[in-house]
């Protein structure tokens, strides 16, 4: 079964405010490093979303929400999404040294 991958605006501006720390870090090729392993996690949505594991604050929220995890203990951060039907929709990138999301921050 493939699935159908949508990116919310907050996932945007994760994504853009993350590699914006990586270019104002200098650190421009841990930056497109970062990015190629953030796209090559749309295979795991698109094939098979379920594999990842549930987050364990999911149960503060009105929906399931799975993780996939990406980097190094360093440079961890969560993909969080949800799957409804056979649409993967992910809600947010949060860096795992972050304080835990609220319900507002995930949501759209």
């Known amino acids: 079964m493939r699935f159908r991958v949508r990116i919310t605006h907050k996932t945007e501006a994760d994504i853009d405010a993350t590699l914006q720390w990586f270019h104002s870090s200098s650190a421009l090729?841990?930056?497109?490093?970062?990015?190629?392993?953030?796209?090559?996690?749309?295979?795991?949505?698109?094939?098979?979303?379920?594999?990842?594991?549930?987050?364990?604050?999911?149960?503060?929220?009105?929906v399931p929400i799975r993780e996939l995890l990406v980097g190094n203990s360093r440079f961890k951060h969560q993909i969080l999404?949800?799957?409804?039907?056979?649409?993967?929709?992910?809600?947010?990138?949060?860096?795992?040294?972050?304080?835990?999301?609220?319900?507002?921050?995930?949501?759209?």
């Open 81 to 108: 999404f949800q799957v409804t039907g056979q649409t993967v929709t992910i809600l947010r990138i949060w860096h795992s040294s972050r304080d835990e999301l609220t319900a507002e921050e995930l949501m759209e």
């Open 29 to 62: 090729a841990a930056g497109e490093k970062w990015l190629r392993k953030l796209l090559n996690c749309n295979a795991t949505f698109k094939a098979n979303p379920d594999r990842c594991s549930v987050l364990l604050e999911s149960a503060r929220f009105s």
